[in-house]
């Protein structure tokens, strides 16, 4: 993803299915990046106890956690002009929403990069198997959506993309 400076992750919200879903993202992540410390990755959902104050410390720039999972509790109305990377664990299949959850990476930061480097794009990583491109699609309508929103939409092959290539060739 994105960085903010040589080392640091960008702030990043991470869209998980669930909250068992959620933990696993945490655990995993805290194993293999043990150096960056136990808040550094916060799942965020309402079955944690003070989940208003991570969000308030997560839309605080100097404050961890730096990568928030969240389940459903970050999709909407929150507003951190910081956010540069958003990732989807899940899939999802409204328009309005997925738009709504885009809207996380649109905000304006001056200077977010050092003086005079202000942010002008962010990142989505799509991490969902959603169907067989131009045969069984649901993300491609998505994908129209935000290219008339004006959003630029570059495609990453993932880790899916030679079974999707053999099934249409």
Not at 39 to 44: K, R
């Amino acid at each position: 993803g994105m960085r903010k400076g040589s080392e640091e992750i960008g702030k990043t919200i991470i869209f998980a299915y669930n909250h068992r879903h959620a933990e696993m993202i945490v655990e995993k992540f805290n194993k293999l990046f043990p150096e960056y410390g136990p808040d550094y990755c916060a799942l965020i959902d309402n079955y944690v106890t003070y989940a208003d104050d991570l969000i308030d410390k997560f839309a605080d720039k100097n404050k961890e956690p730096q990568i928030a999972v969240s389940v459903d509790m970050l999709d909407t109305g929150i507003d951190v002009p910081e956010v540069i990377n958003l990732v989807f664990f899940k899939q999802i299949r409204s328009k309005i929403k997925f738009m709504q959850m885009v809207g996380r990476g649109t905000r304006l930061c001056k200077d977010l990069f050092g003086p005079g480097k202000d942010k002008e794009c962010f990142y989505i990583f799509d991490c969902t198997d959603a169907g067989t491109p131009c045969i069984s699609d649901p993300g491609s309508l998505l994908v129209h959506a935000a290219v008339e929103a004006g959003i630029t939409v570059l495609a990453v092959p993932g880790p899916t993309a030679m079974a999707s290539a053999l099934s249409v060739s």
